[in-house]
């Protein structure tokens, strides 16, 4: 890692930049320099000043439909074409995008993001500084069906989503209501595009969870966890605070914390990497397989052949002795 920074400390002061943003370790005398403990942190504060994300002006537009008993805070601005169901809240200064839909009774927290074409069905509840991205859809009912005879009837879903504050969902993602109680994601975690979080589960503080993850039923992320894209929990399975589970991983048992899983089924990192690397001498070693077997079954052979001859001498032999005694 080291050489690896200084290797792009290198192509920083070689290239246009006109200054160069670093730590005092890497610093070169080339060109201007702002020296800074963490340049990624110091980065996102730049960007986050020169580039300020444009806020909608508090308003209600006109194509606007906000149903009966809605609590709207101060400063919220509603856009096109919305919809925003009875008794429900918006807090101070969120954002409603055009074509959102609000079911009743939702209650979303203060100087919240809702991007266009995201779903809020009747119930979920969202924290303060909460980022939805477009089309996500929070609060579907959960997946649950039951035999009857020869037919499926589906479960009543009848809990909710409670997202807490400061948490980030990408767009086309999907966490469905619980069946009775709530799914719920705890504070500060970021949900990636296309994610599917199924009914009752609980995901902890701080997570980051990349795109295509699923999540079955009643799954339990403890807080800090690390989910690489297109990983699969399978259901009621708890995932201990501060794992890492890499991406495409099938994760099918319950983990320690800070352990970190990999492969399909999903086994502890260094082992699935030993098979892996075996994997890859998996041709070589059926050659020497192929090869074994040959030999063991001529050897087995020229033992027979040998315990044959051997068993046909003492035939031989018991008959001479027979005849000579007659």
Known sequence: MVAWRKQQARIAYSGAARAVM???????????????DNPRLALVRLLEFLYPE????PSVSATALVGEAV????????????????????GDGTVIYPFVYVGNGVTVGSHCRIY????????????????IFPGAVIGRPGFGFVWDQDQLRRMPQVGRVVIESDVEIGSGTCIDRATIKETRIGKGTKIDNLVQVAHNCQIGRLCLIAGQV??????????????????????HVSVGDGTVLVARSGLMTDT????????????????????????????ELLLVL???????????????QAEAGTEGGRKG?????????G
């Open 290 to 304: 192929r090869h074994l077997k040959e030999k063991v079954e001529a050897l087995k052979q020229r033992i027979d």
């Open 22 to 36: 670093t730590t005092p370790s890497l610093a070169q005398k080339a060109k201007p320099t702002v020296l800074v």
């Open 256 to 283: 320690p914390p800070a352990s970190r899983w990999g492969g399909y089924p999903a086994r502890l990192h260094g082992q699935w990497l030993r098979i892996e690397a075996s994997l890859n001498r998996l041709p």
């Open 116 to 131: 266009p074409f995201v779903c809020l069905l009747d119930g979920v509840l969202v924290g303060d500084r909460v980022t």
């Open 54 to 57: 444009p806020i909608p002006p």
């Open 317 to 325: 032999g018991r008959g001479h002795r027979g005849r000579s005694k």
């Open 71 to 90: 609590t709207l805070g101060a400063g919220v601005s509603i856009g096109d074409y919305a919809y925003v169901g009875r008794g429900s809240v918006i």
């Open 214 to 235: 699923g999540m079955a039923g009643s799954v339990r992320v403890g807080e800090r966890v690390q989910i690489g894209g297109q990983a699969g929990i399978a259901d």
